[in-house]
């Protein structure tokens, strides 16, 4: 996806309230600013750090600015967690996740499971349906290396056991990472932050989920999905 208009440069004040931040313009002027991402945004909120933000002219928005990606070093990385869904989209259609692109039709957001509704809902005639779980992945402890959870989320293992259950009714189910961020070579379970998650990932891959990470190429003007990286989990093959 392209940025159009072009994001605007400004300097991260703080980012409070999960759905707010604060920042300075280029220019000098001080704006408040809605934040696209109620995570904890672990490692990704430290004041004076460089940032990239849309503008909205519309009436109906009470903040002009909108929170896009936020420079760690000179790497921007993706906090907008509205844009998986779409970015993965692009990847499917691109090819780049397994046979996923080979099917006909492609739905978002269809009701499912236990009163969620599922990202992206895949269908081909004679086909068992592909039910693609999107998740947003920003953290990065370790060089090279992508992580997710960066907290615990009692909803993400929910995902895992209702993708599990699709797969025992006859259907095929994917729980596909987006990495808003080009530096990582590899997707890593975060254990150590949410170990109730970590276990339904790995009995969600026994139940015959398919586990997928796709690395994305970010920068001001554009993110990209541009391929597979392996993940690191007992029962995940190398990609």
Not at 30 to 50: D, E, H, K, V, Y
Not at 148 to 177: C, I, N, S
Not at 181 to 199: F, G, K, S, T
Not at 208 to 237: H, M, N, S, W
Request: hydrophobic share 40%; aromatic share 8%.
């Amino acid at each position: 996806m392209i940025f159009d208009p072009p994001l605007v440069p400004a300097t991260l004040v703080q980012r409070y309230k999960r759905f707010l931040f604060d920042a300075i313009l280029d220019s000098g002027e001080a704006i408040t600013g809605s934040c696209p991402n109620t995570g904890s945004m672990r490692g990704l909120t430290r004041p004076g750090s460089r940032i990239w933000m849309s503008e909205h002219e519309s009436k109906t928005r009470k903040y002009r600015h909108m929170f896009e990606m936020i420079e760690v070093g000179d790497l921007p990385v993706g906090i907008n967690t509205g844009l998986p869904n779409r970015l993965a989209e692009e990847a499917i259609r691109a090819g780049l996740v397994g046979d996923l692109g080979s099917y006909d039709e492609i739905a978002r957001e269809k009701k499912y499971g236990r009163g969620s509704r599922i990202d992206i809902l895949l269908s081909s005639p004679g086909r068992a349906a592909a039910y693609v779980e999107v998740k947003n992945v920003h953290f990065s402890r370790v060089p090279k290396l992508a992580e997710f959870p960066d907290t615990a989320t009692k909803r993400g293992t929910k995902h895992l056991e209702e993708l599990g259950d699709m797969v025992e009714a006859g259907h095929r189910a994917v729980m596909l990472y987006l990495v808003q961020r080009q530096d990582c070579e590899m997707l890593r379970i975060c254990a150590d932050l949410d170990p109730v998650y970590a276990l339904a990932f790995r009995r969600a891959v026994q139940r015959g989920v398919e586990a997928y990470a796709v690395k994305c190429r970010v920068t001001p003007f554009e993110i990209r999905p541009c391929g597979l990286i392996p993940i690191d989990e007992p029962g995940i093959a190398a990609l």
